[in-house]
Structure formats: C-alpha cells, structure tokens
C-alpha cells in the first residue's frame, strides 16, 4: 500500500504514514463492528441454549441490540466516584481497550496481508496479551472499592498462571513451524497431516490446542472462568464502580479479546487463512473468509462454553493452571523437540 | 526522519518516567511510571533492530515481573512520614551508591567509546547477521558458545525457584484438601441408595 501512496507522488514518510493508518482502520473499524455483532451473536446463542429468545426487539431479529446498548451508554453519565484515583480511574479502560485492539497488528488475513509483518510476531502477540491484565489491576485498585479491589487480585494470579502454560503450548508450535512469524506459522501447516492444513489434526500437537483453547478462556476471563467478575461473589468484579462509556470499553475490549483469541486459535492450529483441506477448488474462496469462518466457529465454542459450564472454584482455576497445565505443557515441549530432533525436523 | 522522530519520542519518554518514576510520591504511580520506562526501552531497542530482545523485555519485565511488583505494592500500606523519618541516616549509603553506579556508567560510556566492547553500532546496521533473524542469531550464539553459562542460569534460577517454595511452604494440619481424581472416580451408586421405606418407620442414615 505504501507504493501505491508513493505512485500518487507522495515522499516515502508520509507515503508509510499514510497507508499505515489506512490498515490501521482497516482492522480496527470491521473489528469494531464485528465485536458489536458478536455481543448480539453472543446473547442469542446464549439464549438458545436456555431455551429464550435473546434480544429480537430493536431492528430485524434484534440485530441493532448493540448498536442500542452503545447509544444507551454513550448517553449516560460517566460517575467517578470521589474515592477513586481520577486519573488511573479514567486511564485503565482506555488500556483495556486500546491493547485488545493491539495485538491484530500481526494477524495475517491472507498470505501477507497483514499491518505488520514483523519476525517475532507470536513474541509480539504474547507480550501485548500480558498487557490486558494491567487495565484490569488499575481498574481495581484506583476504584478504591473492595470488590473490585479482589477482582485486581484475582485477575493478575490468573492471567499470569495462564501465560505460563501458553508459552510452552506456543513453543511447541513454533518449534515445529521453525518460525515466530504467523504467516509463516500458516505457511507451515500447508499439507501439514495428508491432506489437512492445520496442526491440529497433528497427534502431538491436537493436545496442546485443546489445552490452548482452555487457556484462551481463562486469559480473556471467560466463563468458566470468569472469577474476575463473578457477580455471585465481587458484584461486577473491577468493572463495579464503572459507567457509561468506561464500561462500554470494556465490553469491548473483552470481546475483541476473545476475538482475537479465536482468531490465535484459527492461525496456530487450524490453518489460519488456509481452507481446511489442500484441494485447489477451496482456495477460490478467498483467505480472509476462511479466517472469519474459523473465528465465528470458535467464538461459537467459547459461547456455547459460556453456556453450558458452570464457574469454577478459585483454587480449582489455579489448580488447573499450575499443576495440570504447566507440567503437562512442559512434558510435550519435550517430546515434540524430541520427535522433531529425532526425525531430523530441522535438518 | 521517522527513526529520528520515533528515537526522540522514545527517549524523551523514557528519561522522563523513569524521573517521575523516582519522584512520584504514590509507590502505585511509580510502578506504572516504571511500566511505561520499560516500554520505551523496549521500543528504542527495536529501533536498533534488536526486535527479540525488545518483545522479551516487555514479555518478562512488563507482562510479570511488574505484574507482581504491582500486586504486592498495591497490597502495602506505606507511611510516607516514617519513610521520611530514615532519610539523613541513609542519606550516606545512597550517596555512595549513586557515586558507585554513576562511575559504572562512565566507565562503560568510555569502554564503548573506546572501542573495547564489540557492541555493534546504533544505527542498527550491526544488529544480525546478514540473512539471519535476531532470533535465530540470539539461539544459535547462545545454544553453542555460552550453552554452559546459559544452562547454568537456568539451574541457578531453578534452584532459586524451589528454595523460596520450599522457604514459605507451611505444612498445615486439619485441612481437607480436594481429591480430584477420588471425585471423578466416584459412581452414583457409591453415593446413593434407593429404598422405599414402610410408613412410620423412617430411614436408618
């Protein structure tokens, strides 16, 4: 794009510039829109599965719901409460939001059509996911409230008990892409098993997805464990003392988390922008659909999750983390460097 | 011009929270200064191409060391006056530091002046190997030459990790801890009983 901007005679500055924040909007402006269509998606699948109908009153089938929701916040009055510490009060939603829109930075679209094509872009994705816990942490402490104060906690042991076994699982598959870059992590799963484009249908690496997709829902708090929030115990968790437009980022950052964790989901292990199967009449479609395709599926999963399993205790979480995940994680790094040194996978 | 301007955005930033950092009166608000410092070193190093190295300090330092640092500052109540109070008896102490440290900081600004630490240069040109990613360059230079000091780091700070648990682990008594595998194995028919008992006579438990 920069050397279409540079055709119309711009300097390569604002050329770089300029196309720049064109990708920028690209991803951000679709995101923002599928993020409210998710929200909608969401409460009806959710509905579904206890047998109601789900938001079906403002537009056809109710699909304005989340346009209405966003009007109805932006309308209201923003409370600060005068315990709170104002500025950190007024910052912490801004960074929950602004880093769940950070990290599709790196997601490829299609082959090379993404906004940074940059060598560590994995690193990248897991050091901006680290990120999220801190909108939640200020939140909570600068509230001066004790609810949300005990959702702070909560979220920082959480979030960094699931990094740990994520670095390993993402180890495992970088290992066998040979490679930090996610186009070149989808170009590796090309053909990857007979036919199959996707690690997953890898017998050493299937495990390590499902184990990645349980710990995406506890990185983004989602049900099961959605302990942050748990309404039965904090009364909202760190989003208790906020409203209006401060709360309605955070409904959207989580939900462009989850997203973003669907998607992560989709390129490590099921292909990314690949069809699912090698045949050359699937790659008329083009890649990007077949990314959205393997979103939705898994955001259905996650909902379908959301639905059905009920929230775990706080030390069952950590228990899972700790002693279930992380050695079990640990084990196959071993034995998937060790096949891949075995077979000569690096030769 | 956009190396320049991003160099003097990130530096400037840097220098200033790292200062507020010290000065902030709030501990919280200085963890957070000390969070965006970290950051901005991490930009800076992948204005130099050193893009691994910049992803590992913000994955390590920002997404966990800080995280904690956080956590357990948050969690403090500190009194400022009785902070105050041991000032002028530390003052000497903190003033030798600060000497020792600012001498280390010139020696090393001389050493690389002076050519004695091949550091590679700040435009970035030195920063890899030609055809090889900093990566890929990091892994091979520290999986061949410095395996032994890299494995001994990691024992090291294994050895670390199972001495603090060992330290601050406190058998306790009268704790009924959960058996997860007992309770999946457990059967309805281990559980419950069916029975139809006569009127009047009730159930013997």
Known sequence: MTAFFQSLGLSYEWAWGISTICGILLIALPLMLGVAMIIYADRKIWAAMALRRGPNVVGPLGLLQSFADGLKVFLQETIIPSAANKGLFLIAPIITFTVALMAWAVIPFNSGAVLADVNVGLLYVLAISSLGVYGVVIAGWSSNSKYPFFSAMRASAQMISYEVSIGFILICVVLWAGSFNLNAIVHAQKDHVWIINGFVANPLLFPMWVMFLISGMAETARAPFDLTEAESELVAGYQTEYSSMSFALYWLGEYANVLLMCALNATLFWGGWLPPLDIPVLYLVPGFVWLLLKILFFFFVFSWVKATVPRYRYDQLMRLGWKVFLPVSLLFVFVISGYLMATGHFA | ?205
């Not at chain 2, 320049?4 to 930033?13: G, P, V």
């Not at chain 2, 913000?58 to 904690?68: E, F, M, N, R, S």
């Not at chain 2, 990091?138 to 199972?162: C, D, K, P, W």
């Not at chain 2, 008594?173 to 028919?189: C, D, F, L, M, T």
């Open chain 2, 1 to 205: 011009m956009i190396q320049a301007f991003a160099f003097y955005l990130f530096a400037t930033l840097m220098i200033a929270s790292g200062a507020i950092t010290i000065l902030a009166r709030n501990p919280v608000h200085s963890v957070l200064w000390l969070i965006l410092a970290f950051f901005n070193a991490a930009g800076l190093m992948v204005l130099v191409g050193a893009e691994f190295i910049a992803m590992l300090l913000i994955i390590v330092y920002v997404g966990a060391v800080a995280v904690l640092f956080l956590f357990v500052v948050m969690m403090l109540d500190i009194d400022f006056a009785e902070l105050r109070a041991g000032f002028v008896n530390n003052f000497p102490l903190g003033f030798v530091l600060a000497v020792v440290l600012l001498a280390e900081l010139v020696l090393g600004v001389g050493a690389y002046r002076a050519g004695a630490l091949p550091l590679g240069v700040a435009d970035g040109s030195g920063a890899a190997a030609a055809g090889l990613s900093n990566t890929a360059a990091i892994g091979a230079l520290l999986y061949s030459r410095y395996l032994f000091l890299f494995e001994a780091a990691g024992v090291i700070l294994l050895v670390a990790m199972i001495g603090a648990i060992v330290l601050t682990h406190r058998q306790r008594s009268g704790v009924r801890g959960q058996n997860i595998s007992k309770q999946v194995a457990r059967r309805p028919e281990d559980a419950t009983i069916n029975v139809q008992p006569e009127v009047g006579k009730g159930v013997s438990l």
